[in-house]
C-alpha cells in the first residue's frame, strides 16, 4: 500500500467521526485505541468516547481537509499526519475552532491508533516514535532542546523527556532556523535559552550546555544574529 492510498482512508476515518456509530468508521481495528486531547479510551469502553467525540463533531458540520503526509515505519506499520477544518454548512464558518489534526498509526493498512487534537494553533514540529511504539507529537515551543546518545536521540522538554532513534545530522536539514547546533551532542532551540555565562549555555529548565573553546565566539555571534533578528534590530 503506497502514501496516497494511506491518506485516503485517513481522510474517510475523519469523514466519518461523529457520527456516533463507531462501527461505521472504515478502515479501523475494531479493537483501535483513540486519543482526544488529553482524552483516552480503550476500544472496548466506547459509550464516552462517542459522546466526546460528538462533541467535536456533528451532521451539521462537513470537514474541509488540509495537508496530509503518511510515513512509512517498516513493511507493516506507517503513521499518517494531517489537518483539516470543520464548517457549519448553514453558514460557511468555522465551526468548534481549527485547526483540527488526526495523527492515525497503521498496521496492514488498518488503524490501529487513532489520535485526534482540537483547536491547536501551533503544527506539530516532528513525530517521534519511542523504543516502546509510544508516538509523540513535539510542537516548536515546547522543544528545549535535542540530545545525542549513539544512534539515540533525547527531546528535552518542558514537561520532561522522549527518547527515540535518529542522529542531529538528519534533524539539522529540517528544523526551524532558531535551532542550532551547539556542538557535536547538542541541538539548542534559541527561544529556550535563559542565559550565556563565559562557556554554558544556560536553558529555560536550568540544564547547563557546555560550549566547546574553538566554537565559542561563533556560538555566541550566532545567538547575538538570532536575537537581534527576533527582535528586528
Not at 467535536?56 to 506499520?77: L, P, S, W
Request: proline share 2%.
Amino acid at each position: 500500500m503506497n502514501e496516497m492510498e494511506m491518506v485516503t482512508r485517513t481522510r474517510m476515518i475523519v469523514e466519518k467521526i461523529g457520527t456516533g456509530k463507531m462501527e461505521s468508521i472504515p478502515f479501523c481495528s475494531k479493537a483501535a485505541n483513540w486519543q482526544i486531547n488529553m482524552f483516552y479510551e480503550k476500544g472496548v469502553a466506547k459509550k464516552l468516547l462517542q459522546k466526546k467525540l460528538c462533541i467535536h463533531f456533528n451532521q451539521k458540520c462537513r470537514v474541509e481537509h488540509g495537508h496530509y503526509t503518511a510515513q512509512i515505519m517498516d513493511r507493516h506499520v506507517s503513521i499518517v499526519h494531517g489537518n483539516f477544518f470543520i464548517r457549519d454548512e448553514e453558514c460557511n464558518k468555522a465551526g468548534h475552532g481549527f485547526p483540527y489534526e488526526i495523527t492515525v498509526i497503521m498496521r496492514g493498512g488498518i488503524a490501529e491508533r487513532i489520535i485526534l487534537y482540537g483547536n491547536r494553533d501551533e503544527p506539530i514540529l516532528c513525530m517521534v516514535r519511542s523504543d516502546e511504539d509510544h508516538l509523540y507529537m513535539l510542537r516548536e515551543s515546547e522543544i528545549l532542546y535535542i540530545e545525542s546518545n549513539h544512534n539515540n536521540l533525547i527531546w528535552h522538554c518542558r514537561d520532561g523527556e522522549v527518547k527515540g532513534r535518529g542522529t542531529l545530522k538528519r534533524l539539522e536539514n529540517f528544523l526551524p532556523k532558531n535551532f542550532f547546533r551547539l556542538q557535536r551532542g547538542y541541538i539548542v532551540n534559541f527561544n529556550h535559552i535563559k542565559s550565556l555565562e563565559q562557556r554554558e549555555l544556560v536553558i529555560d529548565n536550568g540544564d547547563l550546555l557546555l560550549i566547546p573553546v574553538r566554537s565559542y565566539y561563533e556560538i555566541k555571534r550566532h545567538i547575538q544574529e538570532l536575537y537581534a533578528e527576533k527582535h528586528d534590530f
